[in-house]
């Protein structure tokens, strides 16, 4: 095989996603310098993961149920914004984990949580949340501001409604959770932000409370 041949092999392709409301085709540019760095780091025995970095204003623009990505300010305003935009509200833990690669290509990531403190929307005692993205065998789809989720977390979800695909979002992002933790002294809290703003700790009590008379 020629040397000419083997860059013709290695050009990048269109990637495309559905279930967004319409197909999204991946910047080829921005797919071939990934491509670069996973053929260097092949030649020093490394795999690399594929991963196709989705920018963040289209799901302002495609995801119907309300905009994930509304702006808001200040504490109290963001709670009451996230909890009206919400179509479902509960604390739950997280009982499995599983990315998923549809047949179209896409990634998906399902969790299967326990729902401990239902506030807002209709549940069961355990629920299937599908949320875009995840990486399935060395090929990734990652969301900019999409906050981590673990097996064993508890969190404060604020999600959207499902779309065509079934998916859910949180709302704002990052600021649809919020991580419930322990501190050493014993008291529950709950942990809000840590992927582009400050950390906020808060009283789990007030922050339940708070919850509930924003949900009105």
Known sequence: MTKKDT???????????????????????????????????????????????????????????GNPLAASSGSDHDLDHIAQKADWICEVEILSKE????????????????????MKGTM????????????????????PGMPEFEVGERHILFLTEKNDKQWRMPVDFSKGTARVSMKASGEQVVIQ????????????????QRVFQAIG
């Open 7 to 65: 860059n013709q092999e290695n050009s990048p392709k269109a990637f495309k996603i559905s279930g967004l409301g319409e197909n999204i085709e991946s910047n080829p540019q921005k797919s071939w310098e990934k491509d670069s760095c996973s053929l260097s780091a092949g030649r020093q025995g490394v795999v690399m993961p594929r991963v196709l970095l989705l920018i963040p204003f289209l799901f302002g623009v495609l995801f119907t149920a």
């Open 99 to 118: 990315a998923v690669m549809l047949a179209n290509g896409t990634i998906e990531t399902r969790f299967v949580v326990s729902t401990l403190t239902p």
């Open 193 to 208: 932000g840590g992927h582009e703003g400050a950390v906020q700790v808060q009283s789990y009590n007030e922050y339940v």
């Open 124 to 143: 069961s005692r355990t629920e299937e949340i599908r949320i875009p993205g995840g990486e399935v065998a060395g090929r990734g789809m990652m969301l």
